[in-house]
């Protein structure tokens, strides 16, 4: 990583400019910052870890899909995805390899509240653990968000419509004991109290010393992570990724990391980095306007090869 200055980095990023003497750390990332050591020659599928993915609902199978792909793309033991009965079938259909539960599913296509002390032995088994895409908002789906963040002792990322319940119930953010991970993109940041009036880095930094223990990922062009005093800013990735579904590889990507057991910092700068890097494959291979989800979890390979030691 370098040192940048607040100056340098809203130049770069066309973010708003905010004063020098605020008391946080700017770093750029670089490639040479995440060096991924090679596997053991002696290895078997829970050498890398279990990764669980809580998703999906009537009409929306697809995010639930991309996150559990991207997660087998980026060297999880073993993916487990949750998802409603009702999508059951389209999702096992559409996944490369991981166990597909169905769970009971409500009138309106969401998991039910009944499924949740299978959730719980899921959830308890698993070594990362990602809920949201595509989840829906509804009052069985707050139940099973607050629930899955206390009994949480995995890492846990919150995503998507997990986001929109926790900008409900804030107070939701204060009481996970595991490391959770936060990725909003600008318009989940702000439903999550978070306040860009004064631009991107200043938001940033401000909703992060009010969460001191959580990390923020917000995404978006220079996408920024945030843990208490340090700030980070991805130089990866591009137009090419607006792009609905592009969250949804995203925490795939940092669920297989966690479940192999990098360190969570590491694990979210990292997860970013090949993100948008795959992003960028994509937009030299495919054009700006091309680029699907699907495209990036199959440039996840090279984007890999690139940073192993």
Known sequence: MREISAQQYAQKYHDSPIPEDREFTLFESEASDFPLPRRAAVSHKYSYGRALVIAGSL???????????????????????????????????????????PLPANAEGTISKTAI????????????????PGLGT?????????????????????????????????ELLRICGAPLLLTPHEGEFRRLAGDLSEGRLAG??????????????????????????????????????????????????????????????????????LHGFAGDLCAKALGEYSVTPSELIRRLPQAFMDLQE
Request: glycine fraction near 14%; proline fraction near 6%; include cysteine.
């Open 138 to 170: 509804g009052t069985d789906a707050q139940e099973l968000v607050r629930i899955v963040i206390r009994e949480a002792s995995c890492p846990l990322i919150l995503d998507a419509d997990a986001l929109g319940i926790c900008g409900k119930e804030p």
């Open 59 to 101: 009409g929306y199978a697809g995010a639930p899909v991309l996150a559990a792909n991207a997660c087998e793309r980026s060297g999880a033991g073993l993916t487990q995805l949750l998802v409603p009965a009702c999508i059951y079938t389209e999702a096992a259909l559409r996944v490369d390899g991981a166990v597909v539960t």
């Open 204 to 273: 940033a930094v401000r909703f992060s010393r009010q969460y001191p223990g959580l990390t923020l990922i917000l995404k978006g062009y220079g996408t920024l992570l945030c843990r208490g005093g340090e700030v980070i800013v991805n130089p990866t990735g591009g137009p090419a990724m607006a792009k609905g579904g592009s969250g949804d590889v995203l925490c795939g990507i940092l669920c297989a990391l966690l479940a192999q057991g990098f360190e969570p910092g590491f694990a979210a700068r990292c997860g970013v980095w």
């Open 117 to 132: 002390p299978g959730v719980i032995t899921a959830l308890h088994r698993a070594n990362a653990c990602v809920i949201g």
